[in-house]
């Protein structure tokens, strides 16, 4: 039986006080689903994406710069700041779908 690759899970902060961090996991979830793209293959594996919310990433600069929560990538260690419920369309599809980093987003 094949492997599947190590999932790819997406850390969300919820530490701010508008816990928009939590509205922002909810969100990328429902884009996940919505794009299809729960399940990626890649260089012909299966990849799972996992949402995951958790406390302060340490990042906090970054949270109360805007009001958006920060995101870590895992593995890959891109980190996004100041993300909003609006952005997560465009991580889901951008970043996991096409590769691309959202430069707008990165902070580190
Ligand atoms: S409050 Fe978000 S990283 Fe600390």
Known sequence: ???????TRLFVCTAQKSEVGKEVAKAL???????GLKNLFSGGEK??????????????KHCKKGPGAALIMYPEGTV???VKP?????IVREHLGEG??????LIE
Request: aromatic share 2%.
């Open 29 to 35: 979830k429902v884009e996940l689903k919505k794009q």
């Open 47 to 60: 990849r799972k994406t996992r949402v995951q919310t958790c406390n302060c990433l340490d990042l906090c």
């Open 1 to 7: 039986m094949k492997s599947s690759a190590a999932p």
């Open 100 to 105: 691309r980093v959202i430069k707008r987003l």
């Open 86 to 90: 609006k952005d997560a369309a465009d």
């Open 80 to 82: 996004y700041g100041d």
